[in-house]
């Protein structure tokens, strides 16, 4: 611990580290919106519906960590661009059920690559420990932030997308400063 006191603001450092990771995610995110024309929220969520074929925003809400309401916003953004379908059940005229169109298993046939999956496998290396010791600093850190409250979603896409003409972003977040 001293060698990073010695070494400047440790504060700094971890503020530092922590605009390294929203700037990665920021990257990766304009790269998937440019060659996919989706960003990372979308394109969980569009997984999410293509793998069960038919499913309602609650179940697609609890899969992916994510409000509902938020669910719904990004559904919205996907049938406007016709890679959804939404319509009321037969059964219970109250549910409301969500299909993948065959454009939407088109744009998925390409392995869009998720920041997240790349991840995983390096974090699924680590021994139990040092996954144990990063979670923890990562949860202390949210505490420190006072942001237990803030919808996962905001991370997956830190900030307004720009998008090649003919492939809109479907889904941007604007963050306050």
């Known amino acids: 611990m001293e060698t990073l006191q010695n070494n400047g603001n440790v504060s700094e450092l971890v503020l530092a580290a922590l605009r390294k990771i929203m700037r990665s995610i920021d990257l990766h995110s304009k790269f ?3 060659r996919f024309g989706l960003t ?3 394109l969980i969520v569009l ?26 916003g990004i559904f919205e953004r996907l049938e406007k661009r016709g890679l959804i379908t939404r319509q009321r059940s037969c059964d219970d005229r109250r549910r409301i059920l969500v299909k993948p169109t065959p454009e939407a298993t088109k744009r998925l046939a390409g392995e869009p690559p998720l920041m997240q999956e ?24 949210v505490s420190l932030m006072d942001a237990q409250c803030i919808d996962a979603v905001t991370l997956l896409a ?4 720009e998008a090649p003409k003919n ?9 306050k400063p």
């Open 158 to 161: 830190a900030e307004a997308l």
């Open 40 to 42: 990372s929220p979308q």
């Open 118 to 141: 790349s991840f995983v496998d390096a974090f699924d290396k680590l021994e139990d420990w040092e996954k144990t010791m990063i979670l923890s600093s990562l949860q202390r850190l």
């Open 167 to 175: 492939n809109p972003p479907l889904e941007t977040t604007n963050l």
């Open 47 to 72: 997984r999410e519906v293509n793998t069960h074929g038919q499913v309602t925003a609650g179940e697609v809400a609890h899969a992916v960590s994510l409000s509902q309401a938020t669910i719904t």
């Open 32 to 34: 998937l919106v440019k």
